[in-house]
């Protein structure tokens, strides 16, 4: 059985980035009828805002004025019915199976709340930019994860790709806009 997500993604001026991103949703790997798409434009004057529309499956809000990323992820959220939230950048695109096996992965363990996902260099995908940071907790520098095993828990997760349940959610509350 496949969970309802719903993909959030904030764009400012974003170009042809969101659109690409858009792309990408509907060629996932995932029923359609399963994901629900929440765009948040915060006042766009370059013209990104006119193609996005175009997409009649989005959910739209039209900011006036810019609120920031966690303002207006908070806005998507709060209209949200997905029971997992994938919040991400405009600028992402998302590899076929990469919703798929978030959701499988998060299902298979309800007690993780957040997963991040695997950071890909769009001009070169075989590099990969980011599987999460290490902290030490004494000095304060951060260190990138270099292992791909999916058990390990890490201190920090790129904002770009993070799934959240909505039972987290819950418990921990909307993301500070300050």
Not at 26 to 41: A, H, M, S, T, W
Request: proline residues 4%; charged residues 25%.
């Amino acid at each position: 059985m496949y969970p309802k997500v719903s993909i959030i993604f904030v764009n400012y001026n974003g170009g042809k980035q969101p659109i690409e991103c858009l792309k990408s949703i509907f060629r996932l790997n995932y029923p359609q009828r399963k994901i629900e798409i929440i765009v948040i434009d915060n006042g766009s004057t370059d013209g990104s805002l006119k193609k996005i529309k175009r997409f009649h499956k989005v959910k739209l809000i039209e900011n006036k004025s810019n609120l920031g990323f966690a303002g207006s992820i908070n806005q998507g959220v709060l209209i949200s019915k997905g029971e997992y939230i994938f919040m991400g950048n405009d600028d992402i695109v998302f590899e076929k199976d990469s919703l798929l096996e978030m959701v499988q992965f998060a299902k298979s363990r309800p007690e993780i709340g957040v997963i991040g996902g695997k950071i890909l260099d769009k001009v070169n995908p075989k590099r990969v930019i980011s599987l999460g940071y290490f902290m030490n907790k004494i000095t304060g520098n951060v260190y990138p994860n270099k292992s791909e095993d999916l058990s390990k828990s890490i201190d920090w997760l790129q904002g770009c790709a993070l799934l959240i349940s909505r039972k987290t959610l819950k418990k921990v509350g909307l993301f500070d806009p300050v």
